[in-house]
């Protein structure tokens, strides 16, 4: 036998059906799969040509096979008969082989087929037949083909009807039986449609010729010709056919048309079969594909807008980013000042203090001018740094309005925030977020280390050994004595910029936590937004190519 691959490449075809499966696969396309099924088979195992009788319920189809044949093998009569699929083909001696769905397969007599095809033996198919199978040698001279009769369709046993379509894709050749009683009605039609996309080689066949005159014989094949070229603008072959009058006349015309002509050119017509199949197969998986592409651009386009419409010019992040610095670079501003303002209270109380004290003290200093002012020195750092430590220990709460103050400001401006993002989720998605957990913490600034370096402005001490202490002493301690508003004011002064460094580093660090949890949120919704990503290029790519392989076909 001639490989098909000579008449078209198998690698094509193979490579096509299986970028078919993978679009089937992936988009559950579940409708295609028993042409895929059978494509594949016909490609894999280069089966007989299955030239099938169809038609309408007691058309005359199982008759016109035994009739052909010149045996009576099988059940015909005046009910709805045949209830299962059932081939004909060549085999050494006779015999059937009855293939069940559950993949058991039992060799019965030729006498008994009917326990198996026919309703009044096997009603509904209780006995799960999926296919006949008999071999005959009177089929020798059809070697390459197998006939096939099928249960007939309209009839009140729905299960032939389904029976029938189900088993349509594996059609090879189709020879329509039409009943000269019955000449063609829509239900005919409409399987000249289905059959279409499964095989290029449909056949009309008008049986029970013998009861119509020559003259309505005519009548109903230019019928049948003007029917299809208005209905499906196509014209198809016309064989008539009976067993009761001129039999071997119409056998003789369509066993050297159609069977004949199959048998002898059994290889280019099973190419051009599996050909046609594989196109059909490919053009509604485009179709499907192509119904897929839209809606998943359409989703793309739903999405770009989704997006835009929930991350908006309201909830933007570098926005936000501007309105929390200026917030807080507005209360920074403030906190030195607000401070110092507050430590002016204390200035003159303190000096006060610090001047009684040093005049209690500083008579009983002894020494040299140069050991009297370290002395002043050492005083003086202890005494302004404990006072210091005190006023920081009891008033710091005061010095706190600029943090709590950029708290309340990060904490509105955050709120507006979620608020409006979360209103863009529930007009556009319909769903509530949960509650936002968006508390910035009011970080308490640390304390400063309040003991100060000290540096005083007195030169005289270094050339103390020129100076007799009995006579100036009185006018050192003067000078000492007035120094101290200027030591408090500095200390003061110093208090007030350890505390604003403090408190401000306070700021930035809240100011850092909102930009955080904004960043956070939207870097989320913005990923479950992208996260349904769309197959819009995928099934772009598998379109482009099932285009190509169906070019190299
Ligand atoms: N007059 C006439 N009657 C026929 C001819 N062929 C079949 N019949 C009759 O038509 C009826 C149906 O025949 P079947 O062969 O069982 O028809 P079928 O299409 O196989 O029927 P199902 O299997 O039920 O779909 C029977 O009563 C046959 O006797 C024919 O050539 N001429
Ligand atoms: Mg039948």
Request: aromatic share 8%.
């Given at each position: 036998?001639?490989?098909?691959?000579?008449?078209?490449?198998?690698?094509?075809?193979?490579?096509?059906?299986?970028?078919?499966?993978?679009?089937?696969?992936?988009?559950?396309?579940?409708?295609?799969?028993?042409?895929?099924?059978?494509?594949?088979?016909?490609?894999?195992?280069?089966?007989?040509?299955?030239?099938?009788?169809?038609?309408?319920?007691?058309?005359?189809?199982?008759s016109f096979l035994n009739s052909l044949l010149d045996q009576n093998v099988l059940p015909v009569g005046a009910i709805p008969v045949t209830t299962a699929i059932t081939r004909l083909q060549y085999g050494e001696k006779e015999r059937a082989l009855v293939r069940h769905f559950n993949g058991r397969t039992t060799e019965v007599s030729l006498n008994d087929i009917a326990e198996f095809t026919s309703e009044a033996k096997n009603p509904g198919n209780d006995k799960n037949v999926a296919i006949v199978d008999i071999e005959l040698p009177s089929m020798q001279k059809y070697s390459g083909l197998r006939l096939v009769d099928t249960p007939g369709l309209g009839s009140v046993y729905k299960y032939?009807?389904?029976?029938?379509?189900?088993?349509?894709?594996?059609?090879?050749?189709?020879?329509?039986?039409?009943?000269?009683?019955?000449?063609?009605?829509?239900?005919?039609?409409?399987?000249?449609?289905?059959?279409?996309?499964?095989?290029?080689?449909?056949?009309?066949?008008?049986?029970?010729?013998?009861?119509?005159?020559?003259?309505?014989?005519?009548?109903?094949?230019?019928?049948?010709?003007?029917?299809?070229?208005?209905?499906?603008?196509?014209?198809?072959?016309?064989?008539?056919?009976?067993?009761?009058?001129?039999?071997?006349?119409?056998?003789?015309?369509?066993?050297?048309?159609?069977?004949?002509?199959?048998?002898?050119?059994?290889?280019?017509?099973?190419?051009?079969?599996?050909?046609?199949?594989?196109?059909?197969?490919?053009?509604?998986?485009?179709?499907?594909?192509?119904?897929?592409?839209?809606?998943?651009?359409?989703?793309?386009?739903?999405?770009?807008?989704?997006?835009?419409?929930?991350?908006?010019?309201?909830?933007?992040?570098?926005?936000?980013?501007?309105?929390?610095?200026?917030?807080?670079?507005?209360?920074?501003?403030?906190?030195?000042?607000?401070?110092?303002?507050?430590?002016?209270?204390?200035?003159?109380?303190?000096?006060?203090?610090?001047?009684?004290?040093?005049?209690?003290?500083?008579?009983?200093?002894?020494?040299?001018?140069?050991?009297?002012?370290?002395?002043?020195?050492?005083?003086?750092?202890?005494?302004?740094?404990?006072?210091?430590?005190?006023?920081?220990?009891?008033?710091?709460?005061?010095?706190?309005?600029?943090?709590?103050?950029?708290?309340?400001?990060?904490?509105?401006?955050?709120?507006?925030?979620?608020?409006?993002?979360?209103?863009?989720?529930?007009?556009?998605?319909?769903?509530?977020?949960?509650?936002?957990?968006?508390?910035?913490?009011?970080?308490?600034?640390?304390?400063?280390?309040?003991?100060?370096?000290?540096?005083?402005?007195?030169?005289?001490?270094?050339?103390?050994?020129?100076?007799?202490?009995?006579?100036?002493?009185?006018?050192?301690?003067?000078?000492?004595?007035?120094?101290?508003?200027?030591?408090?004011?500095?200390?003061?002064?110093?208090?007030?910029?350890?505390?604003?460094?403090?408190?401000?580093?306070?700021?930035?660090?809240?100011?850092?936590?909102?930009?955080?949890?904004?960043?956070?949120?939207?870097?989320?919704?913005?990923?479950?937004?992208?996260?349904?990503?769309?197959?819009?290029?995928?099934?772009?790519?598998?379109?482009?190519?099932?285009?190509?392989?169906?070019?190299?076909?």
């Amino acid at each position: 036998m001639e490989n098909i691959s000579d008449n078209m490449p198998l690698s094509n075809i193979r490579n096509l059906l299986e970028i078919i499966a993978d679009a089937c696969d992936r988009f559950q396309m579940i409708s295609l799969n028993r042409q895929l099924e059978v494509a594949r088979a016909l490609l894999e195992e280069n089966p007989p040509i299955d030239v099938a009788v169809m038609g309408q319920f007691k058309a005359g189809k199982s008759s016109f096979l035994n009739s052909l044949l010149d045996q009576n093998v099988l059940p015909v009569g005046a009910i709805p008969v045949t209830t299962a699929i059932t081939r004909l083909q060549y085999g050494e001696k006779e015999r059937a082989l009855v293939r069940h769905f559950n993949g058991r397969t039992t060799e019965v007599s030729l006498n008994d087929i009917a326990e198996f095809t026919s309703e009044a033996k096997n009603p509904g198919n209780d006995k799960n037949v999926a296919i006949v199978d008999i071999e005959l040698p009177s089929m020798q001279k059809y070697s390459g083909l197998r006939l096939v009769d099928t249960p007939g369709l309209g009839s009140v046993y729905k299960y032939h009807q389904s029976t029938s379509e189900h088993w349509l894709p594996a059609v090879g050749t189709a020879l329509l039986a039409v009943s000269a009683d019955r000449p063609l009605s829509e239900h005919d039609l409409e399987l000249i449609r289905e059959l279409t996309s499964h095989t290029p080689n449909i056949i009309l066949l008008l049986t029970k010729a013998d009861i119509l005159s020559p003259d309505q014989q005519k009548e109903v094949v230019s019928f049948f010709q003007d029917t299809l070229q208005r209905e499906l603008h196509r014209a198809l072959p016309v064989y008539l056919y009976s067993n009761k009058s001129n039999t071997e006349e119409y056998k003789r015309r369509v066993e050297e048309d159609i069977f004949k002509t199959i048998c002898a050119n059994r290889d280019s017509e099973f190419s051009r079969i599996l050909n046609h199949k594989v196109r059909s197969l490919s053009q509604n998986c485009l179709s499907y594909l192509r119904i897929a592409l839209n809606a998943s651009m359409q989703a793309d386009l739903n999405r770009d807008n989704l997006h835009t419409q929930i991350i908006n010019e309201k909830v933007n992040e570098s926005l936000m980013r501007e309105e929390l610095g200026i917030i807080s670079r507005e209360h920074q501003h403030q906190t030195r000042p607000l401070i110092e303002a507050y430590l002016e209270q204390f200035y003159s109380p303190l000096t006060k203090k610090v001047t009684r004290k040093l005049q209690g003290d500083i008579t009983s200093w002894k020494g040299n001018l140069w050991k009297l002012s370290r002395h002043y020195e050492t005083w003086v750092a202890e005494i302004l740094s404990e006072e210091m430590r005190l006023i920081s220990k009891n008033e710091h709460e005061n010095f706190l309005g600029t943090l709590k103050k950029a708290h309340a400001g990060f904490s509105r401006s955050l709120e507006a925030f979620c608020k409006f993002l979360g209103d863009n989720i529930e007009n556009v998605l319909g769903v509530k977020l949960a509650e936002f957990d968006w508390k910035i913490d009011v970080i308490e600034p640390e304390h400063p280390d309040i003991s100060f370096a000290k540096s005083f402005d007195i030169h005289l001490d270094l050339i103390w050994f020129l100076i007799p202490m009995f006579i100036f002493r009185r006018i050192f301690e003067w000078h000492f004595i007035k120094g101290v508003p200027k030591e408090v004011e500095i200390n003061l002064s110093r208090l007030a910029y350890q505390w604003e460094k403090s408190v401000n580093n306070s700021i930035e660090a809240m100011r850092t936590q909102a930009i955080n949890y904004i960043h956070e949120e939207l870097s989320t919704i913005e990923a479950l937004l992208s996260r349904t990503q769309g197959q819009t290029d995928d099934i772009k790519q598998l379109i482009a190519q099932i285009e190509k392989a169906f070019e190299n076909l």
